[in-house]
């Protein structure tokens, strides 16, 4: 059984910062892309930031400048340095891995249980 395990969310003041962190254990073989979604109450889930395995990354619109995403491939962990954070930051956080147990078998998806991060003005 694959798990990402997330933590690091919180409660922060505006202008504050936080880092989020995921790892992901069990029979991993390698992973491709590693990613940061949040949903905030009464919305759809969005993607916040994405790193592929060779290390590009892309953020929506509303993060750049303000958030980091980096992985550590041999620790099977991605992280999302948030700065600057606003009140509109405020959600769940999901990490998301697409991996593979084994050199012949397809990647599959995983999410992880979800981290609070509440931002106050």
């Known amino acids: 059984q694959v798990q990402l395990v997330e933590s690091g969310g919180g409660l922060v003041q505006a202008g504050g910062s936080l880092r989020l962190s995921c790892a992901a254990s069990?029979?991993?073989?390698?992973?491709?892309?590693m990613a940061w979604y949040r949903q905030a109450p009464e919305k759809q889930r969005e993607l916040v930031a994405i790193?592929?395995?060779?290390?590009?990354?892309n953020y929506t619109d509303s993060v750049k400048g303000r958030f980091t995403i980096s992985r550590d491939n041999a620790k099977n962990t991605v992280y999302l340095q948030m700065n600057g954070l606003k009140p509109e930051d405020t959600a769940v956080y999901y990490c998301?891995?697409?991996?593979?147990?084994?050199?012949?078998?397809?990647?599959?998806?995983?999410w992880g249980q979800g981290t609070q991060v509440t931002v106050s003005s």
């Open positions: 998301h891995a697409d991996l593979r147990s084994f050199p012949w078998t397809s990647y599959f998806r995983r």
């Open positions: 069990g029979t991993i073989f390698s992973i491709n892309a």
């Open positions: 790193i592929m395995a060779g290390g590009n990354t």
